[in-house]
Structure formats: C-alpha cells, structure tokens
C-alpha cells in the first residue's frame, strides 16, 4: 500500500469512528467534538484527493468542508446547548451497549449494500466506500433511538457527513457547484433547525419529548 | 430565455422582503403567479411549434411546460385566497405585518424553487431546488407557531433532509456510473438518458431506489410519509393547498424522468417492480388511515398520498397511455385538492376546528362552504365529469392493457375502499341537523368554483391541453 492508499484510509476510518462516538457517548459536547473531528478528517480526505489529482477544485471544497462541518456546524450547535439549561446528556432509547452491537451490524450490512459499487470503483478509493455507507447507517440509527432534539441533528449531520464521504471517494467529489451547493443546503438546514428550536423553546416546549400532539 | 420563468417570483417575494406589508403585496404574489401561468402557456406553444426551449443546465421540453401550467395554476388559486388570509391574520392581530411579509416572500421562494425543479435538466440542480423546496416550506409549515405546527415543521425538515439526503447519495451513485460509462455530462438528463444502455447495470439499479426513496419521501410514498399528514394538517391553508396541489407532484414528476434512465440501463423490469411496490404500499397505507380519520385537514392529506400512489403505481407500469393518465391526474388532482384544502381553511375559519365529528350538518349552515367540499370530494373520488374519472380510467385501461390485470384489480379494490370510507365521512360532515344558515363572501366561492369549472372541463374536452399532454407524456414513456 502506498501512502497516499493509508492516509486516506485513515481518514475514512476516522469519519466512521467519530460515527461510533456519537452514539457511545452521551455528553452532547463529547458528540460536537466528534462531528468536528469528523468534519476536520472530511476536510482531510478532499485534500488528500485533491493533492493527488491536481485537482483545484477539489482543494477549494474541502477548505469548504473544514469551515462548514468542523467548525461554523459544531459551532452553531455548540450555542444551543449553552442556551438550553439542563440539556448535557443525550437520552437513548436503545441502551449504549445495545446501540453499538448494532453499529458493528450495520456496518456488515454497509459492506453487502457497497458492492456493486466497490466492483466498479475498485482501488485505493472503492475499497472504502463501505465506511461511507456505515457511517450513514448509524447516522439513521442515531435519529431513531435518540431522543433530544440535538441527537436527531447529530445524526442528520453524520447521514449527511457519510454521503459526502461516498461521494468524495466513488467520483472524487461530484462537480464542485453541486458540491458547494449541497454544504450550503447543510448549513442553511441546521439553521433553519436552530431557529425552529428557538421558537419551540418560545412557544414553552422544553424537548422532543413533548412533542406528541399529532397523530391518528 | 427559461431564466424568465423565475423572474416574476423574485420580483414579488423580493417586494414582499423590503416593503411595509399591505394587502397589495399578497396581490402582487397573484400577480406573480399569473405570470408563471402565461409562461407556461407560451413555453407550451413554443415547445408543441418547435421543440424543447433552452440546454444544458436548465431546459424546458413538454413535461416541464405542462408541469410549469400546473404550479401556475394552483399557485394562482393558493395565492388568491392568501390575500383574505393574511389581511384577516394580520386584522385579527394573529400575525405581525412582517410575518406576513415572510409568509409572502417564502411562498414566492416556493414557487420559484418548484419552477427550478421542474425547469432543471441536470440532476444537482434538481437536487438543489428540490432542497430548497424543503428548507423555504418548513417555515411556512410552522407559520401559526403553536406547538403543534411547530412539531410539524420540525418532523417536517428532520424526515424531508432524510430523504433529500438519500436522494443526493443516489445522485452521486448515479454519477459514478455516468463517468464510468464515459457519458459526457454525467449529471445531464439528456445526455444520460441517451447514453442510458451503456451504463453499469448494479450501479444503476442501486442509484434508482436512492433516488426512488429519496425524492418519494417528499411525494409522499412509502416508507417516508410520515411527516404528510402533520405538515398537511398545520400550515395554513394556501401552502397546504401547495403543497398537496404541486409540490408532491414535482417530486413525482422527478421520478418519472429518473425512471427513463433506469428503464434505459435495466430493462422495465426492474424499475417496474418497485415502483409498483412502493405504490401499491402507499395506496394500502393511505387506505387503511382514511377508513377511520377523524379530522378533515389529514383526510385530504392522506388522500393526497392515495393519490399519489395510484400515479406510481401508473409510472411502474409506463407507457405513452399510462404516462398520459398520470399526466392528466397530476393537473385534475391539483386543482381539486387544492380547492377542498382552501375550503377546508375556511372551514377551520368559521368553525374554529376541521374534525370531521364536530362539522356536522355544513351543507345546511353554511351552503356555500359546504357545497364546494361536496363538489370537491365528488371530484375528488373520481366522479364523472371530473378529470380525475377521465385520468383514473386511462391508468386502469393501461395497466389492463399492459397485462397487469392484478394491479388493476388491486388499485380498484382500493379505490373502492376508499370510496366507501371518504362517503362515510363527508355524509357526516355535510348532512344532519341545522341550525342556521349563512354565507361565505363570494371572493372566496368565485375562485374555488372556476378551479373545479377547469377540473370538469379538463375531464370532458381536455382541449387545449391533450396535444402538450401526448408530448409529455412521450418524454418519460
């Protein structure tokens, strides 16, 4: 293996484990740190692809990446919780033990569900697209067995962070305008979030849980 | 030239953001949508004389003229009605002149979003417009800010960004087979449907249900519905009206061009089945949740998402006929549904609640309100005249056609169910005992009962729309 095949393996490893912490970990800023840490390793992986291909495009979006997802993202979410008292710790609906057997599952099913795509890509990059459909397996799994409002989040932003991963490995980033407009969604979403959390908290509604008005 | 499409919304909602609201804003947003229906009909007449208008990244052939006409229209119908809205919310104190102006500027941000979507010939700017349908209707779902519209909106975004997630997984699954098959502009519709046979076939069957499931969780199919009858149930009336009326319908006719370059790589068959999976599962759920609905406002939204699963169904099994049918519906379903939701708002108006127990009687005590949900679930049930009889039909007579005489038989079923359970309801709701009668203004009655005039007139000449319709049908057929 070359180095460039082990520092982008690295990179992707660290994107899925920082997957693994969100939902091992129940302090909600132990989770930001992980998002961040998985956005600075994104950021990472596009600079790594970007060097190699002499790809200038490329190098833009992941300085993009490193603003958006390690730093404006956790950011934002990191003044949430600060203004939400008595909101530090998630509340699983799924015991951690359990949760993370499940990852480990998941990232079984991950590898089954990548293989057409693995036969296609081949190489240092497809051999890794698995990692990117784990990491959004367990970005679904943490939406449905997390319970605070900013669990459900953190696991949107690890979907998203696991599409982003596949798509810089299977076509070195689809064409940088999609991929600028797709991290400008992404921000534009947790701030339309934000401010629904916000107007929630206004309205007197302290967490998801009270959330159950609507149903048949 | 297809830029010109986007002007007039730009143009109302960017007033809407800088001016003191006053009714005339909300009048300029008719105005807007009025335009958007005049370019419709002048794109259609230019791509019926010479062929699709514009390339590259925006392009406008039969399908996205005539879908052009059905966001014209509907949102003509929604934005008229918002006008007594707003000045009523703001008169009655329960929004602020500049939530107003939001409610303003984001309904025209709407718009443009699904002319976006529907004008878009390259599937990241489909996606992108897609996106921003989502992030610009969540607000607008939360408008009334009460904990429960704030509940819908939440649910609305977090399960909507789900999807929309899975769709741009799909995308760039979609992607990767393009530059591997060496298609030029990988992102292209044109230019992947052409070159569609050469393309990996796993790779593309993988990319189509991402993509399936991605843009049907904001059509309304299963297994990502759940948020429909909430966001239905709580925004005010003109952007469920929108919603249900096009916006659905948008995601769909998504589907509908993805599936041509599915149809292209794979064969029918594949598409085939799970379309007609996610179809058939989506009637079923809709069914089962409309036999014992007990508020008006879900009724409708589950019976958009019955409807839009009658129209998957028809796409599975393709062809010019089917396609045509589901054509015809997409227009017939969005002026129907968006008359019985602005109906429903009145309703919700003068009734102060739309559960279906507590409107009994409607019929005799507010004649007009109750005479337009009468006409309107008629037309709604696929009664003749109503275009909806007509579109229903054809996508039976296709699906009998093609052989498919289970699905057929299953849909009708279905339907039949659904007949029953929808009678059963609006008897309750529309007879029994009165007390006293009174009348809706006529501004709102006029526009509502031209809106089911066009329904009917849809339903028994089509003209001018059949040629437009044959075309784009031919599209994705």
Known sequence: MTTFANALASAAVVVTVAAVVVLWRRRLRSILVALSIQGVALAALATLLGAHEHDGGLLAVALLVLLVKALLIPGLLARVIAATPGARETDPLVNVPASLVIAGLLTLVAFVAARPIVALVGGPTGRLVPLGLATVLIGFFVMVARRRALSQIAGLLLVDNGIALVAFLVTSGVPVIVELGSSLDVLFGVVVLRLLLARLTAAGVRDLDQLRSLHD | ?477
Request: aromatic share 6%; charged share 10%.
């Open chain 2, 1 to 477: 030239m297809v830029y010109l499409l986007f002007l007039a919304p730009i143009v109302a909602g960017f007033v809407a953001l800088v001016a003191t609201w006053q009714p005339a804003v909300a009048w300029l947003g008719t105005a807007s949508s009025a335009v958007v229906l005049v370019l419709g009909v002048g794109f259609a007449v230019r791509v019926e004389s010479s062929g699709p208008v514009g390339g590259g990244v925006l392009r406008v052939d039969a399908l996205s003229a005539f879908m052009v006409i059905v966001i014209g229209a509907v949102s003509l119908l929604a934005t008229v009605r918002s006008v007594s809205y707003l000045t009523e919310e703001v008169a009655s104190g329960h929004s602020t002149r500049r939530h107003a102006a939001l409610y303003s500027t984001l309904v025209q941000g709407f718009i443009a979003a699904m002319l976006l979507a529907v004008a878009a010939n390259n599937l990241g700017v489909l996606w992108v417009a897609i996106e921003a349908t989502t992030v610009v209707t969540t607000f607008l779902v939360g408008h009334h800010r009460t904990p429960a519209a704030l509940e819908a909106s939440w649910k609305y975004i977090i399960i909507c960004s789900v999807g929309i997630a899975v769709a741009f997984l799909g995308t760039a699954v979609l992607y990767l087979a393009g530059v591997h098959a060496g298609v030029a502009n990988p992102l292209d519709f044109t230019s992947l449907a052409a070159h569609a046979a050469t393309l990996n076939a796993p790779v593309v069957r993988l990319a189509f249900t991402l993509l399936v499931l991605g843009y049907g969780t904001k059509a309304g199919l299963v297994p990502l519905f759940s948020w429909l009858p909430d966001a239905h149930g709580q925004a005010p009336a003109p952007v469920s009206a929108l919603m249900s009326g096009v916006l659905l319908s948008v995601a769909l006719s998504a589907i509908l061009r993805l599936r041509v370059i599915a149809v292209g790589a794979l064969g029918p068959s594949f598409p085939r089945v799970l379309l007609l999976t996610i179809g058939v599962a989506t009637l079923l759920v809709a069914a089962s949740m409309l036999l014992a609905q007990r508020d008006l406002k879900r009724l409708l939204a589950y019976s958009t998402m019955e409807h839009m699963g009658i129209m998957t169904v028809a796409a599975g099994v393709g062809g010019p006929l089917a396609l045509s049918g589901v054509l015809l519906h997409i227009l017939g379903h969005g002026l129907v549904k968006g008359v019985l939701f602005l109906d429903a708002g009145e309703v919700l108006r003068l009734e102060g609640t739309t559960r279906i127990e507590a409107l009994r009687g409607l019929l005799s005590r507010r004649p007009a309100v109750g005479a337009l949900l009468a006409l309107g679930l008629a037309g709604l049930l696929g009664l003749p005249p109503f275009s909806i009889f007509v579109s229903e039909l054809t996508m039976l007579r296709a699906e009998a056609g093609a052989g498919l005489w289970w699905v057929a038989a299953i849909v009708l079923v279905v339907l039949a169910v659904i007949l029953a359970a929808i009678l059963a309801h609006a008897r309750t709701m529309l007879f029994g005992p009165s007390e006293t009668a009174t009348t809706s203004p006529v501004s709102l009655s006029a526009p509502l009962g031209l809106a089911l005039g066009a329904a009917v007139w849809l339903g028994i000449v089509a003209w001018p729309l059949a040629h437009l319709i044959t075309l784009a049908a031919k599209v994705v057929a």
